[in-house]
């Protein structure tokens, strides 16, 4: 059973940057694909960024495209979500997640374990 905590969340200023790291313990991540997920008051968890197990492969939604990096550390058992150019419409708890498939999926189905999640907030 791998588990998952994020942390690096916080209150920063639009235009401001922050770096999410999400450390797992319980299994080595080094064979899941990693996935960072968004979830804002009222609305659907939503897809951010993903990479697949060996880092080969990102993929980001569109709305974060240029501003947002995902990498993997597997040697600290880490994947973290770095953040340029936060906007307002950025605030969010988010989420990282783990899937054994392995493939940088944008759909939450496929992802096995999730984090408790992480406050992002984002003031004009």
């Known amino acids: 059973q791998v588990q998952l905590v994020e942390s690096g969340g916080g209150l920063v200023q639009a235009g401001g940057s922050l770096r999410l790291s999400c450390a797992a313990s319980g299994g080595a991540i080094s064979i899941y694909a990693m996935g960072w997920f968004r979830q804002a008051p009222g609305k659907e968890r939503d897809f951010v960024a993903a990479?697949?197990?060996?880092?080969?492969?990102?993929n980001y939604a569109d709305s974060v495209k240029g501003r947002f990096t995902i990498s993997r550390d597997n040697a600290k058992n880490t994947v973290y979500l770095q953040m340029n150019s936060l906007r307002p419409e950025d605030t969010a708890v988010y989420y990282c997640?783990?899937?054994?498939?392995?493939?940088?999926?944008?759909?939450?189905?496929?992802?096995?374990?999730w984090g408790q999640g992480t406050q992002v907030t984002v003031s004009s």
């Open positions: 990479i697949n197990w060996k880092g080969s492969t990102t």
């Open positions: 997640a783990a899937d054994h498939w392995g493939r940088a999926d944008s759909s939450p189905g496929p992802y096995d374990y």
